[in-house]
């Protein structure tokens, strides 16, 4: 194992319920470090483009429209495994099918609005901190 970094988004369902704190509670017991945190409002080009690999599935209209009804806060997680780490402490993309103790288990409202995104692999992960993020602004 080494040392990675994933992109996390705490996303709207959970900013709007002022779950930020709770969530980067749930990493920082972890052992994931928060090394780089913004809030922002998505643009729709913006909600588009991060999702593209989506764009063919029925849900992608939708999920666009999710992402952008409010604010998300965007950031880069370091730590041991971190992209692995972090899917483990999201659990699974449908809360009904989430292990206890993972945040969609716990905060999650919908398989859509499922409170967090997180990198599915290394090579995802390094594209996608790229997408919000400049070197200067992950102080690890
Ligand atoms: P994950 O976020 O667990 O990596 P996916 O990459 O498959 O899951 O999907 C991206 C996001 O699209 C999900 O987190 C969720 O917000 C939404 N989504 C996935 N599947 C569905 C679905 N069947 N209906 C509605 N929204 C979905
Ligand atoms: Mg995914």
Redesign the pocket.
Same mark, same amino acid.
């Given at each position: 194992m080494a040392v990675q970094r994933t992109l996390s988004i705490i996303?709207p369902d959970a900013t709007r319920r002022n779950l930020t704190g709770a969530i980067n509670q749930r990493f920082e017991e972890k052992g994931l470090r928060i090394v780089a945190q913004k809030r922002m409002w998505l643009t729709d080009e913006q909600a588009k483009q991060f999702?593209a !690999? +989506?764009a063919e599935?029925?849900?992608?209209g939708?999920?666009v429209d999710?992402?952008t009804s409010g604010p998300v806060v965007v950031q880069v997680l370091q730590g041991e495994d971190a992209v692995a780490k972090n899917?483990e402490i999201?659990g699974?993309?449908?809360p009904a099918n989430a292990d206890d103790g993972t945040i969609?288990k716990d905060f999650a409202e919908?398989?859509?609005?499922?409170s !967090? +995104?997180?990198?599915?692999s290394e090579d995802n992960a390094k594209i996608e901190v790229a997408f919000f993020f400049s070197e200067t602004e992950i102080v690890g």
């Open positions: 996303k999702y !690999v +989506h599935r029925p849900f992608y939708e999920l999710f992402m899917r999201m699974a993309t449908n969609r919908s398989i859509e609005a499922n !967090v +995104h997180g990198s599915d």
